[in-house]
């Protein structure tokens, strides 16, 4: 079975300062990688992914997470954080639809950022 | 694109009546939908995964009869708390995954329904 664990569960951190969140999977195989967040009151939405290729993967706003295979990680990266990116992060993971398998996420429990003016 | 919605946003009622919550992909096709429920501060928790024209496929735990599961088209599934009570009280979500072919692993999510049993 897959799982997911992200060890910071709340993360205070000054605008301008440097962002990253540790991610960290179990699963025998192929994996997909996302980063959702969820901004207070909001619905979570998707920040970057990664299938295959490139392990250095761009979001939106700016994140970045980078996929290593060998510690089995997609830390999630922003150089600057800004107030606004005070939110919920998840990761979480799938194994490829043509394995035949439901392609069900799992997701870790969650980060909680705090950027402070 | 591949905005997914929910109805109702928040519902309230009484214990032992039944919820039916919708979840609609709206600019997309999927034929998967998942439903998951979220307590305060945790993580998602997988209910089931919903297949268009199948029976649901329920998590570990989770009670099929309790938790019914309709998946009607490709573009709706349905959630129904039946009997509901206090500890059903919570926000559920649901997602959707484009349909086989389009080349989409991603599930994209809906905004989520807050569920409060009296």
């Known amino acids: 079975a897959q799982s997911v664990s992200q060890h910071n569960h709340h993360v205070i951190l000054s605008e301008a300062a440097s962002l990253e969140l540790g991610c960290n999977y179990s699963y025998g195989g192929t994996v997909n990688l996302f980063w959702y967040v969820q901004y207070p009151g909001q619905h979570l939405q998707l920040l970057l992914k990664?299938?295959?290729?490139?392990?250095l993967v761009k979001g939106i706003k700016g994140f970045e997470a980078e996929f290593i295979k060998s510690k089995f990680s997609f830390n999630l990266r922003k150089p600057s954080v800004q107030w606004s990116d005070t939110a919920e992060y998840f990761c979480a993971v799938n194994a490829p639809r043509n394995t035949g398998t439901a392609s069900k996420l799992t997701f870790g429990t969650g980060t909680r950022l705090q950027v402070t003016l | 694109g591949a905005v997914v919605s929910q109805h109702p946003s928040r519902v309230i009622c009484k214990s032992g009546t039944s919820v039916k919550i919708e979840c609609r992909s709206l600019?997309?096709?999927?034929?998967?939908m998942f439903w998951y429920r979220q307590f305060p501060k945790q993580s998602l928790m997988l209910m089931a995964t919903s297949n268009e024209g199948s029976k649901a496929t329920y998590e570990q735990g989770v009670e099929k009869d309790k938790f019914l599961i309709n998946h009607a088209s490709l573009t709706l599934s349905t959630l129904t708390v039946t009997s509901a009570h206090p500890e059903d009280s919570s926000f559920y979500i649901c997602?959707?995954?484009?349909?086989?072919?389009?080349?989409?692993?991603?599930?994209?999510f809906g905004p989520g329904t807050r569920l409060l049993v009296l």
């Open positions: 997602s959707a995954r484009p349909a086989l072919g389009a080349g989409e692993e991603t599930q994209y």
């Open positions: 990664y299938f295959s290729g490139d392990p």
């Open positions: 600019d997309f096709q999927a034929t998967t």
